[in-house]
């Protein structure tokens, strides 16, 4: 079935370093999406990318898809120890299937 | 407008018996998504619901059912608990009618221990 990998699964950093989380689909996706879960909280919609190739920034964050729309990264500039949490991302499959399928999450950890 | 809401936060249950999980999505929503988290296993679907029909379904047993009443409020239920079932169950609410494109918003969920 379609599945979504997500790489790496912790990552630790020191405050100031940058960080990127990879996420690969088995099948083209016609969306992805990132979240992010604070330790003890649940996960919180960061955004949406739809088109092949297309960039969003969000401050120190930076979210690319895909060309060919499999696969999407998240990469995070000079991390804040505020950054820490679990990332997720959810590609929602193209065509008839239209399920939301998530990566396992990487956990980021930052030492200040 | 009022978040996602799930009712209890925290429930301890013991092998064997039953429970019910509670879910009140942002009001306009119809669709209501269930979600299992354990450490290291991300977020396993459950089943999704829209208009009181469930829509999509994920791969745990019969044992874990769900509904959704005509306000949109929905229920999940786990018979015969396990101890595997020891879970963060994740309640996300959406719009519902246009699929290819919404997002998801999280209630603060319901941790379940079952002893």
Redesign the interface.
């Known amino acids: 079935g379609q599945q979504v990998m997500q790489i790496p699964q912790y990552q630790h950093v020191q405050e100031g370093e940058d960080f990127t989380t990879y996420c690969n689909s088995s099948t083209t996706l016609?969306?992805i999406?990132w979240?992010k879960q604070r330790p003890g909280?649940?996960?919180?919609?960061l955004i949406?990318l739809?088109k092949s190739g297309e960039v969003k920034k969000q401050k120190r964050l930076t979210f690319q898809f895909g060309e060919a729309k499999k696969n999407s990264s998240l990469h995070i500039t000079a991390t804040q120890t505020t950054d820490v949490g679990t990332y997720?991302c959810?590609g929602?499959g193209a065509g008839n299937n239209?399920?939301?399928i998530?990566?396992?999450?990487t956990s980021l950890a930052v030492n200040p | 407008k009022a978040g996602v809401t799930q009712t209890p936060r925290y429930l301890i249950k013991t092998r064997g018996q039953q429970v019910t999980l509670s879910c009140s999505p942002i009001s306009g929503h119809r669709s209501v998504?269930w979600y299992q988290q354990t450490p290291?296993?991300?977020?396993q679907?459950l089943f999704e619901y829209f208009s009181e029909t469930q829509r999509?379904k994920g791969n745990f047993p019969g044992r874990f059912s769900g509904r959704q009443f005509s306000n949109s409020r929905s229920e999940m239920n786990v018979s015969t608990l396990e101890l595997g079932d020891s879970a963060l169950y994740?309640c996300?609410s959406s719009p519902g009618t246009s699929?290819?494109?919404e997002?998801?918003?999280?209630?603060?969920?319901t941790r379940l221990l079952v002893l």
Do not use: D, E, I, M
Not at chain 1, 41 to 45: C, E, M
Not at chain 2, 40 to 43: A, K, N, S, T
Not at chain 2, 103 to 108: A, K, S
């Open positions: 016609s969306n999406q979240y909280g649940h996960p919180v919609f949406q739809v997720f959810a929602r239209r399920k939301l998530w990566g396992l999450g | 998504s290291g296993q991300g977020l679907f999509n994740l996300a699929v290819s494109r997002t998801q918003y999280f209630g603060p969920g």
